[in-house]
T-cell receptor, first 116, second 117 residues
Framework: AQTVTQSQPEMSVQEAETVTLSCTYDTSESDYYLFWYKQPPSRQMILVIRQEAYKQQNATENRFSVNFQKAAKSFSLKISDSQLGDAAMYFCAYRSRNNAGNMLTFGGGTRLMVKP | NAGVMQNPRHLVRRRGQEARLRCSPMKGHSHVYWYRQLPEEGLKFMVYLQKENIIDESGMPKERFSAEFPKEGPSILRIQQVVRGDSAAYFC???????????????FGNGTRLTVT
């Protein structure tokens, strides 16, 4: 079974600065997907960014980018030019390509605080 | 285009009562997933359904929990004889395709927070 670990329960960043959230995972599969989700206080789960394991190029979405290290099974999220609206819980998630469905395995989350 | 709709947003039940949580997937989506989020934890997969079929229920507790997705109407997650440990946020998600297609991402609802007193 796959596991996803987020070792930072809480992180803090100054507005306009850059912060990196860590995520490691354990799998014996070679092909899979990785995701970062944001959960603000409203509880809504918002997809931030996603990465296919077979792609070597790191995904980027505006101020959000990932550092995907397949050999190390690491998938960190970098948020540049942090904004107050970035404050939320962030969850890393793994999805196998072998299952019939869209089931995700989530990490325990990192609470990001943004200081004005 | 409305997103995934869950109701109620908050549900309070006394121990021993039944809880029914509803989920209407996005228009055009026929694959529904239920997840549970305990306080300060990540979401845990419970069950995957298609219309009138349970595809994977490997994350469902063996007793008291059931789920359905009828041909007409929303998907229902039912918890019988609730206990305090059932208190959590329950999320529904839907996708257009059931395969591990990169172009069929999951869309989540806003969850139902169940409190058992």
């Amino acid at each position: 079974a796959q596991t996803v670990t987020q070792s930072q329960p809480e992180m803090s960043v100054q507005e306009a600065e850059t912060v990196t959230l860590s995520c490691t995972y354990d799998t014996s599969e070679s092909d899979y997907y990785l995701f970062w989700y944001k959960q603000p206080p409203s509880r809504q789960m918002i997809l931030v960014i996603r990465q296919e394991a077979y792609k070597q190029q790191n995904a980027t979405e505006n101020r959000f980018s990932v550092n995907f290290q397949k050999a190390a099974k690491s998938f960190s999220l970098k948020i540049s030019d942090s904004q107050l609206g970035d404050a939320a819980m962030y969850f890393c998630a793994y999805r196998s390509r072998n299952n019939a469905g869209n089931m995700l395995t989530f990490g325990g989350g990192t609470r990001l605080m943004v200081k004005p | 285009n409305a997103g995934v709709m869950q109701n109620p947003r908050h549900l309070v039940r006394r121990r021993g009562q039944e809880a029914r949580l509803r989920c209407s997937p996005m228009k055009g989506h026929s694959h529904v997933y239920w997840y549970r989020q305990l306080p300060e934890e990540g979401l845990k997969f419970m069950v995957y359904l298609q219309k009138e079929n349970i595809i994977d229920e490997s994350g469902m507790p063996k007793e008291r929990f059931s789920a359905e997705f009828p041909k007409e109407g929303p998907s229902i997650l039912r918890i019988q004889q609730v206990v305090r440990g059932d208190s959590a946020a329950y999320f529904c998600a839907s996708s257009r395709l059931g395969t591990t297609s990169y172009n069929s991402p999951l869309h989540f609802g806003n969850g139902t927070r169940l409190t058992v007193t």
